[in-house]
């Protein structure tokens, strides 16, 4: 014996549940963007401040924060970008294969 193929409700309550991981998986892969924004700022900042002691014990040039800063958030932002975005892609392609399998389930069970 099969299982019951799944009514009106079973179905509206599916897509609820695929929204809330969908939302889930948007709101971790904004967390996972953030810190990685943020570690990478902060490394950037620790390399302002290395570069400027070195400047001020003789050992170095002259550096400004715009000078420093600036490509360590450029490439904080790519980092982070990739980083949110792999998490976001797992995220969707998960629900998706999700989505698939109970259709192919319940086209299983219509039979």
């Known amino acids: 014996m099969g299982a019951p193929s799944p009514g ?3 179905e509206a309550q599916w ?29 950037s900042g620790r390399d302002y401040l290395t570069r400027q002691a070195r400047h001020q014990q003789g050992q170095g040039p002259a550096v400004t924060i715009p000078q420093v ?23 969707t392609l998960g629900v998706w294969l999700a989505g698939r399998r109970r259709r192919a389930r319940s086209a299983g069970a219509a039979e």
Request: charge should be positive; aromatic fraction near 10%.
């Open 8 to 10: 009106a409700g079973d």
């Open 15 to 43: 897509r609820s549940r695929r929204r809330a991981a969908a939302a889930a998986w948007a709101a971790f892969a904004f967390v996972v963007w953030n810190v990685v924004f943020d570690a990478a700022v902060l490394e």
């Open 69 to 91: 800063m600036g490509r360590g958030i450029a490439r904080g932002a790519a980092r982070a970008t990739a980083a949110g975005g792999a998490v976001a892609a797992c995220g």
